[in-house]
């Protein structure tokens, strides 16, 4: 039984980039793990990805890059202020240049700098680098 869809697709996605993989199939999709995966892409950490319309939950090709050294889910979805973004990404993130934290925002689901320019606080979803 599956417990945490974004958890199962990041955990697949880092095991089919340490095997070395050009492409990977995730399933089940959510609206969720489609917008991390869309922030992944903006970031040039994965490619071009699909969604497969299979009448139940969906599934998702997702081209790899290379370049996604990790990625995990934060649980439970901590909140976030302003002003803790520092401390977060301390934490978590291997150094300043690189990595994001993903948020969920009264604007979106968005990467640290994005909400940190916006001025506003959220709910941590996961990290990548």
């Given at each position: 039984?599956?417990m945490n ?10 095991n089919?980039?340490k095997?070395g993989?050009?492409q990977?199939?995730i399933r089940?999709?959510s609206r969720?793990?489609?917008r ?7 970031h040039g950490y994965i ?5 497969i ?20 889910v ?8 302003l002003q803790?973004y520092?401390?977060?990404?301390n934490n ?5 240049q690189f ?11 968005m990467d640290h700098?994005?909400?940190?320019s916006r001025?506003t ?9």
């Amino acid at each position: 039984m599956k417990m945490n869809v974004l958890a199962d697709c990041l955990k697949t996605l880092v095991n089919a980039e340490k095997k070395g993989l050009k492409q990977v199939l995730i399933r089940p999709s959510s609206r969720v793990v489609i917008r991390f995966l869309r922030i992944m892409q903006r970031h040039g950490y994965i490619g071009e990805f699909e969604v497969i319309d299979d009448h139940r939950s969906n599934k998702i090709v997702v081209e790899l890059l290379g370049r996604i050294n990790k990625c995990g889910v934060i649980s439970p979805r901590f909140d976030i202020q302003l002003q803790d973004y520092e401390k977060w990404s301390n934490n978590i993130l291997p150094s300043r240049q690189f990595g994001f934290l993903v948020l969920t925002t009264t604007y979106g689901i968005m990467d640290h700098e994005e909400a940190k320019s916006r001025k506003t606080g959220g709910k941590i979803l996961g990290f990548f680098y």
